[in-house]
């Protein structure tokens, strides 16, 4: 735990390649999607590694010596957003906590699963590399006015982990626009945010909304508590919410995931009583 109570970003680490074990061709990248899924993510996509968005203390290596992790599988948890409906509570603090312990889980369980099939993996939480980013550059969604990925799945009520690897997996589409469109025509979470952290304007003042994280940091700080009101006021959070979808399916193309039933009206309608 840090100073403001959350959880420290974990470290997960190396995966090394079984000697003599690697697969003669070139896997599918379906087939390890699949594997993702069966672990317990809600969204798996692929990226190549974009150097920018390591941290300058990362330990993956992308450009240098025998080993290359050019790939990144980046890996959606989404959270129970009925856990979020009332910003700060307990209930947050317990559901982002189950989603790091997931995220743990299944990040080491599919960098093994790597290599098992003979290729180097690097199993990292928050840590190694901006999340957002690759995420984004993998498809899985588009940034929001509140900072967040609003995730095609499940809007900003998820949480990410990555698989760096040297795998040649098969990279999925990056959108054209990076910016939500939505987030254009609405302010909910910068009204609703308590810190007053989020930026208002109709287009973003440099590249994308700003969020103060200093204003953030010090509210946390100063009521102790963890405050998730830009992700329980995202209409994204009720609209799509699929706290884990019933079925997956996996096709040639990429990893589809089949819609469970959207939230029914009373739920909608309660969020936004
Ligand atoms: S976590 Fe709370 S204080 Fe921080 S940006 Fe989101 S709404 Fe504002
Ligand atoms: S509340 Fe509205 S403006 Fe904020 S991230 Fe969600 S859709 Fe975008």
């Keep these: ?33 699949r594997k993702a899924l069966e672990l317990g993510a809600d969204m798996v996509n692929i990226c190549a590694v974009n150097p920018g968005w390591l941290f300058r ?16 599988l980046v890996i959606g ?17 317990e559901e982002t906590h189950h989603g790091y312990r997931r995220m743990e889980e299944i990040a080491l369980a599919l960098g093994d699963y790597l290599s098992r099939l003979g290729y180097n993996a690097y199993s990292a939480g928050n840590g190694e590399a901006l999340s957002i980013p690759l995420a984004i550059d993998a498809g899985m969604g588009t940034l929001g006015r509140n900072g967040l990925l609003l995730a095609t799945e499940c809007g900003p009520c998820l949480r990410i982990c990555k698989v760096f690897t040297d795998m040649p997996l098969l990279p999925d589409a990056r959108p054209e626009r990076v910016l939500a ?3 254009a025509a609405c302010t909910i979470c910068s009204d609703a945010c308590p810190a007053n952290a989020i ?9 994308r909304w700003r969020v103060d994280r200093h204003r953030c940091g010090k509210y946390w700080k100063e009521t102790s508590q963890e405050c998730a009101a830009c992700i329980s006021s995202c209409p994204a959070t009720w609209e799509d919410c699929r706290t884990r979808p019933a079925e997956h399916a996996v096709t040639k193309e990429g990893t589809s995931v089949q819609p469970s039933p959207p939230c029914d009206g009373a739920t909608r309608a309660a969020h936004e009583d």
Excluded: Q, W
């Design 57 to 72: 203390t990362s330990k993956v290596p992308t450009s240098e010596g025998t080993v290359r992790f050019a790939r990144v």
């Design 1 to 33: 735990m840090n100073d403001h109570g959350h959880v420290r970003a974990p470290t997960y680490g190396l995966h090394v390649a079984l000697a003599g074990t690697k697969t003669s061709c070139m896997m599918d990248s379906t087939v390890i999607k």
């Design 77 to 93: 948890v989404a959270m129970d957003p009925e856990a979020f409906r009332v910003s700060p509570s307990a209930a947050i603090k």
């Design 181 to 183: 469109e939505r987030c």
């Design 199 to 207: 930026e208002s304007g109709a287009a973003p003042s440099h590249e």
